[in-house]
C-alpha cells in the first residue's frame, strides 16, 4: 500500500482512517504500508520501520526547506525513501502482487513507477476533496497527473457514490467501487447529556467546514434554549477561538485523542457537520456507531449511508435550516432510538462490510 496520508509522528490522527483501512486488509491479507511525507519542522529524517501481525508500515517524515534548492532536495529525499522502503519489504515479505494506492497525490507517480517495473498491477483508493466543483483544487499540472494516474490503475475505488462519479469523469475505469470507511467501534459508553448537547469535530477550515456559521447558528440558538451547549473540537485557530470564546456554552476541546472523541460522541446529543464539500464525513459515521444522530448536509458524502432516522439534513447554502435542525434536537430528543442508530450504523460500516465489498472490487478487475 503507498498512501499519501498516514498519521505519523506530530501528524497524530491525520489519515488515522487509511491506518484502519490497512489494520483491517491484514486480518486477511499480508499488507506494508509505505508512507512518505514532508516534515517542515524537522531538522533531520525521521524513520519509523514496525510490524504488527500481517502488518508492516515503513514511515518517512523529511525536512522540507523553503526555496527552490529545498524543494529540490525534498524530491530527491523522498524518491530515495521510496526505493529504500520497496527494497527492503520487497527483501522482508517479497514482490508485493497487488499495489494499492490511498489518495493519488503523490505517491500514485510511485505506484506508477513500480507498476510499470515489475508489472506489478495498482488500483487506487480516493478519499480527497478535491474533485470535487465545490473545492477546486485540481487544476492544471496536478489535474494532469491525477488523470495519469487513474486512467492507468488496475481500479478504482472511492468512498462514497459522487467521489465514484467524479473519478470516472476523469478518466478512472468504471464502474468505480465505493468502499465506505472503516470505523472504529466505540470504546466509550458515556451517559447521554441532560441538556441539548452538539458536538462540532473539524479542521476549521472554514471554506469547507463552515464551523463560523455553526457557531453563529448556536449563539442564536441559546437565546431560546440557554441550557443548550456546544462543543468544537479540533486544532482552532487561535483568531476564530478570541473571537467566539465568549459564547455562553460554548467550548473548545482541542485536539483529542480518540477515547476523547468517542467520549464526546457518547455524550452528545447531535454531532453537527455543516459541510459545503465532504467525500465522507468520518465524524458523523463516528458520531452513528455511538448511537448519536447528525445533523448534516448533502454535500458528497454522507448522504451515500445517511438514514432519514439517522439524522435532520440542512441546506448549507441556508443558515436558517441549520438553525431549525438544532432547534428539533432541543424540542424533540426524544424522538432517536440510539440503540437502533447504534447497531444499523455498525452493520453499515462494519469491518465484515468493507472487507466483502473489497474482496467484490478484486474479483470484478479487468
Known sequence: MFASWYPAGAQGLNGNFIRDFAVLLSSRYLVSVVYVGAAPELEEDELIIERNGNLSEYLARLPHKKGLLGFIRHQLNWWKHIRLFWKRLSKEHGRPDLIQVQVVWKMGLAALWYSRKYRVPFIVHEHWTGYFPADPQLKGLRRLWHRLVL????????????????????????????????????????????????????NFREEQKQSRTVALVFQRLRAEFPMARLTMAGAVPVDFQSEFERIQGLEFSGICSRQELSELYS????????????????????????????????????????????????????????????????????????????????????????????????????
Open 151 to 202: 486512467v492507468r490503475a488496475k481500479g478504482v475505488s472511492a468512498v462514497s457514490r459522487p467521489l465514484a462519479v467524479a473519478l470516472e469523469a476523469l478518466g478512472a475505469p468504471k464502474p468505480a467501487a465505493v468502499l465506505m470507511n472503516a470505523v472504529v467501534t466505540p470504546a466509550a459508553q458515556e451517559p447521554r447529556s441532560p441538556f441539548p448537547h452538539f458536538l462540532h469535530v473539524s
Open 267 to 366: 455524550r452528545a446529543t447531535a454531532v453537527v457537520s455543516y459541510s459545503r464539500f465532504e467525500t465522507f464525513a468520518l465524524s458523523i459515521a463516528e458520531g452513528l456507531m455511538h448511537g448519536t444522530p447528525a445533523i448534516y448536509t448533502a454535500c458528497g458524502g454522507p448522504e451515500t449511508y445517511m438514514q432519514p432516522h439517522w439524522g435532520l439534513c440542512a441546506d448549507a447554502d441556508d443558515p436558517d435550516t441549520l438553525f431549525q435542525c438544532m432547534r428539533s434536537f432541543c424540542l424533540e430528543r426524544g424522538r432517536w432510538n440510539h440503540e437502533q442508530i447504534a447497531v444499523e450504523a455498525q452493520q453499515s460500516f462494519s469491518r465484515e462490510h468493507l472487507l466483502t465489498a473489497f474482496d467484490h472490487m478484486l474479483k470484478n478487475l479487468n
